[in-house]
């Protein structure tokens, strides 16, 4: 008896695709040949034709034909659906895949027009890995994933760097908190010195950083700018963090070059 019903389950689940296809191409044959003249009646008088038959033969034909409707959209409706979202979603990871194509092999051409949010995203040389996230950002994660060839990369990308972001968000306040370090003074002031500190932690040297060109204000000068990184650089939390988020976006810059080769 299980052998019989697991059978019967098979049949109908191979069948019932086949079915509903052929009444599909049943309904379209016969709306033509009625639109054609060759149903019962010329033009579209066959729907006439069609209610006095039902009145005919069924007791209550608005309830059956209401019933009918319910049961030709709950088979057809669904699949006309999952058609349409394969197909929107197939034409998001072709429009995702065309636009990181043109990012990595034409940075120069594509628009950055997100300014970084956090100071190590600001300062890193390579910006290729942040604007590939935002880039992302901009399509569903389902979609993501189903770019050809890439797909897992590029997803692979868009979670490392999330996680990135937000610890650079902490990192930032967490920076700023010890290099404020609980005195009263103006806030731009104390930026000035993140900034700074920040250089340097990330492996700057001081001569490097003057070289750069002269962002001190409010009579801040290098050497108290210095001795506020000396300070900071004490503090064992800080300096390992620096080193995580600097190894993370080293990781982040080769995947870039990764997906960079592969496309």
């Known amino acids: 008896m299980c052998l019989f019903r697991g059978s019967f389950t098979y049949m109908g689940t191979r069948l019932l695709p086949w079915i509903k296809w052929c009444w599909r191409i049943a309904l379209a044959l016969y709306w033509i040949a009625a639109l ?3 149903g019962p009646g010329a033009g579209m008088t066959w729907l006439g034709d069609l209610e ?14 209401f019933v009918s409707g319910l049961i030709l959209s709950a088979w057809i409706i669904p699949d006309v659906w999952k058609w349409s979202k394969k197909y929107l979603v197939k034409g998001q990871t072709e429009n995702l895949r065309l636009a990181t194509q043109k990012l990595l092999r034409y940075p120069e051409a594509a628009q950055d027009t997100v300014a970084p949010p956090t100071m190590i995203e600001q300062f890193a040389a390579d910006q290729q890995p942040r604007r590939l996230f935002e880039l992302l950002m901009r399509y569903e994660e389902k979609d993501i994933g189903a770019v050809p060839r890439i797909g897992e990369k590029l997803h692979e990308h868009f979670v490392l760097y999330h996680k990135f972001r937000q610890s650079a968000r ?5 920076l700023l908190t010890k290099i404020i370090n609980g005195q009263d003074w103006f806030l731009a002031a104390w930026r000035i010195h993140q900034r700074y500190v920040m250089f340097r932690l990330l492996g700057a040297s001081q001569e490097q950083i003057i070289a750069w060109g002269n962002f001190l204000n409010y009579s801040i000068t290098w050497d108290s700018a210095e001795k506020v990184f000396e300070r900071v650089s004490g503090d ?9 988020l600097a190894a993370s976006h080293e990781r ?4 870039v070059i990764e997906l960079t080769a592969s496309i």
């Open 52 to 65: 006095t038959w039902l009145r005919l033969q069924v007791p209550d034909p608005i309830v059956f034909a």
């Open 170 to 174: 902490q990192f930032d306040v967490d």
């Open 236 to 244: 064992s939390a800080i300096t390992e963090e620096a080193s995580k």
């Open 36 to 38: 054609l003249g060759y």
């Open 252 to 255: 982040l810059s080769a995947i």
